[in-house]
């Protein structure tokens, strides 16, 4: 099993552009979440779904940030317009029966 | 509403010493704990978890934690440091066996040779 993977890896984009990040949970897995790690905040919930369905997104800063997982392989994040305050490390997990693994991370950097 | 504190954001310990890190924990419910371990530029990968089953936990790489209901902690420990064992830690909670994992701030574990 190759785990969870996220691309890209590394990102950088200026203020303004939009930004769209990638995960594939590890196959048979029900549960998918989204978190951001910063400095400042540490690591917090963005959003998660259950079988492709959105189920709580109140993690979710602003508007800007959308999150779709149109099957069962595959989810994205989305920050529309991006801001420098939007610099982060964005890990995507799957689950299966409560335990979550964790992607290697996409690292923004927004200029 | 669930909460986690570690306590010590920088612990350093000598390599073959006991390594304590601390956790503590707030749950509306019964809690689902969980220690992960994030070495540099790396994701979190899974040390052990507490799902009120035995109340001492074994993990991999010789860790395991004591869940105490009265202290509300879940501190992690290893009888022998190896430098290898030098990483971020995150205690992290989960409530109702469904969600999203509340984290600590993470105590990051330096072992001095």
């Known amino acids: 099993d190759a785990g969870v993977i996220q691309s890209p890896r590394h990102e950088v984009t200026e203020m303004g552009q939009e930004v769209t990040l990638r995960c594939k949970p590890i196959s048979g897995h029900d549960y998918l979440f989204w978190y951001r790690q910063t400095m400042m905040r540490g690591l917090e919930l963005l959003i998660y779904f259950n079988n492709n369905v959105p189920i709580d997104d109140s993690g979710m800063p602003e508007d800007r940030f959308s999150a779709k997982m149109p099957n069962a392989s595959f989810s994205t994040l989305k920050i529309q317009p991006s801001e420098p305050r939007d610099s982060a490390v964005y890990f995507c997990?799957?689950?299966?029966?409560?335990?979550?693994?964790f992607g290697p991370g996409t690292r923004l950097l927004v200029l | 509403a669930q909460s986690v504190t570690q306590l010590g954001s920088h612990v350093s310990v000598s390599e073959g010493a006991l390594v304590l890190l601390r956790c503590n924990y707030s749950?509306?419910?019964?809690?689902?704990l969980f220690w992960y371990v994030q070495y540099p530029n790396q994701g979190l990968q899974l040390l052990l978890k507490y799902t009120s089953a035995a109340t001492l936990v074994k993990g991999i790489n010789g860790f395991e934690a004591e869940f105490k209901k009265s202290e509300t902690s879940f501190h992690l420990t290893k009888p022998s440091a190896h430098m290898s064992d030098a990483a971020e830690y995150f205690c992290a909670v989960q409530g109702g066996g469904a969600d999203g994992l509340t984290f600590g701030k993470g105590t990051h574990l330096i072992i001095q040779p």
């Open positions: 749950s509306s419910v019964p809690p689902y």
């Open positions: 997990a799957s689950s299966f029966m409560g335990t979550q693994y």
